[in-house]
């Protein structure tokens, strides 16, 4: 009876923290995906369920500003109930790849323009 409820705690305390979790402007894709997927494995080692969709749905909602625009097009025009998380993933990660040689000098610095 003990060990069950530890268990049920354990639970609700990792949904808590799937919930909560935000990807930050400065997170890559692949290390946000990575603590999201630890922390949903987690949650299924005990036996309960999380389903892919939402996986999916969490990781749209959990994007900074940046990923706006690429995860409203996701919803509005890709089956998000039956999209994969690795084909969620491939989309945010080719957007990262495409934004980044948007805003950043080959040296890697953030480059600013001025209008006078």
Known sequence: MGAKRVKEAKVQTLKGEFESLMMKET???DDFYM???????N??????TMEEPS??????????????????????FGDVKAMTVEEL???????????????E???????LTSQN
């Open 27 to 29: 997170d890559k894709i």
């Open 35 to 41: 603590k999201l997927s630890g922390i949903a494995t």
């Open 43 to 48: 949650i299924r080692v005990p036996g309960e």
């Open 55 to 76: 996986v999916v749905r969490k990781i749209l909602c959990a994007v900074p500003d940046k990923f706006l625009q690429i995860a409203s097009n996701i919803e509005q």
């Open 89 to 103: 993933i491939g989309r945010l990660k080719a957007h990262e790849e495409r934004m980044k040689g948007r805003f």
């Open 105 to 111: 000098s080959p040296g890697g610095q953030l480059l």
